[in-house]
């Protein structure tokens, strides 16, 4: 009925065609307002029922006998010894000795498993509400896409668009996502070429000096990096820096920046 409603009025409203797929089987429509699609989705779920096991029906889970007193009376030993329960009379009453794997999920239900469990009262299935798809202004998307966060979204987005920063630097073709390559790789190549020549540019001057006189930024990086040196006995004043020697003209060319 609901499909045929909807093939009626697809001349006004031809955006609903997508939600034909959907429609099949035992199917309903949940109607709302509130942007927030996955707290309906919480309470359509939460939404169940006990259910007895019919029987021919597949078991949507597990059905378990525990074992301990029935209100079952001795005549009906021999109904339970004809599904293998163990079981014996104790004051009156049956007694099952052992948990009972009684069906499996995904068999059908036998008439005699369906008539034990009416006998010992036992509803072991729930039935309720499951979201299959979700529709909003014409698109319609499967159930599961409500999972999917921000975080989960924005690294997807991000290997998108690593990827085409990557074709893009084969193919030598510069788009949005390749230009900050681009600018990069270009500065290695100036900087490089700064540092082996007298050529220099604001950018490369601290690259430059520390090419020069490495020891001179180690020192100043040994407080903060927390290592002890031993105190001078003269005073509280530093030693004096070395003197950089003549063949360190050329350590630039050794250093290597981005190895």
């Known amino acids: 009925m609901i499909r045929k409603v909807i093939r009626l009025h697809l001349d006004e409203h031809p ?8 429609i099949t089987g035992n199917i309903g429509l949940v109607f709302t307002n509130d942007p927030d699609l996955k707290k309906i989705r919480d309470i359509c779920l939460a939404t169940k029922v006990p259910a007895a096991a019919k029987a021919g029906i597949k078991a ?3 059905v378990i006998i525990p074992k301990g007193i029935t209100p079952l009376e001795p005549t009906k030993t021999s109904f339970l010894q004809a599904l293998n329960i163990a079981s014996k009379i104790n004051r ?3 007694e099952i000795l052992q948990d009972v794997n009684l069906i499996k999920k995904g068999d059908k239900v036998g ?11 036992i509803r072991p299935f729930q039935y309720g509400l499951q979201m299959v798809a979700v529709y909003e202004e014409g698109a319609t998307a499967d159930a599961s896409t ?9 690294s997807k987005f991000l290997v998108g668009v690593a990827n085409i920063a990557s074709l893009s630097m084969g193919l030598h073709y510069p788009t949005l ?3 900050p390559h681009i600018v990069l790789n270009g500065f290695k190549n100036l900087l490089s070429i700064s540092l082996g020549t007298e050529y220099s540019f604001e950018q490369a001057n601290l690259f430059k ?13 040994a407080p903060s990096g927390g290592s002890s040196a031993a105190p001078s006995s003269g005073g509280n004043q530093p030693e004096p820096e070395p003197e950089p020697e003549p063949e360190d003209e050329d350590a630039g060319l050794e250093f290597d920046l981005f190895g």
């Open 209 to 221: 000096q520390m090419a020069e006189n490495p020891g001179a930024f180690a020192s100043a990086a």
């Open 92 to 94: 009156g009453t049956i």
């Open 60 to 62: 949507p889970s597990d």
């Open 111 to 121: 008439s005699s498993e369906s008539t034990l469990l009416q006998m010992l009262d």
């Open 15 to 22: 955006e609903w065609e997508s939600l034909l797929p959907w």
């Open 146 to 154: 409500m999972e999917m966060t921000d975080d989960v979204i924005l």
């Open 177 to 179: 996502a390749s230009f």
